[in-house]
Nanobody, 121 residues
Framework: QVQLVESGGGLVQPGGSLRLSCAASGSIWNINHMDWYRQAPGKQRELVAT???????NYAGSVKGRFTISRDNAKNTVHLQMNSLSPEDTAVYYC???????????????WGQGTQVTVSS
């Protein structure tokens, strides 16, 4: 099993910044891609950003140029730097990690508990 612990959410004014972090621990031999999703009230969960094991990144169009995803492979952590935040970014943000416990194990999908980000004046 893998545990994900998220941190860094909170209340911020429009135009402000926040940095989310997600630390993975447990039975980890290798991590494939690491992602951030978000879910706003009444909306479906959406992919915000993803980063591969090699460091390649991809972003949702709505956050491109404002958000930056990064990872520290030595610490099994992923970060999301969010700048120029707007009320439309208000949501619960979830970390998602695809990892395996050994070279022969299947890849498994794990989710964090979610962290609230509220952008409001």
């Amino acid at each position: 099993q893998v545990q994900l612990v998220e941190s860094g959410g909170g209340l911020v004014q429009p135009g402000g910044s926040l940095r989310l972090s997600c630390a993975a621990s447990g039975s980890i031999w290798n991590i494939n891609h690491m992602d951030w999703y978000r879910q706003a009230p009444g909306k479906q969960r959406e992919l915000v950003a993803t980063i591969t094991s090699g460091g390649a990144t991809n972003y949702a169009g709505s956050v491109k140029g404002r958000f930056t995803i990064s990872r520290d492979n030595a610490k099994n952590t992923v970060h999301l730097q969010m700048n120029s935040l707007s009320p439309e970014d208000t949501a619960v943000y979830y970390c998602n990690v695809v990892s395996r416990a050994s070279a022969y194990a299947d890849w498994d999908d794990y989710w964090g508990q979610g962290t609230q980000v509220t952008v409001s004046s």
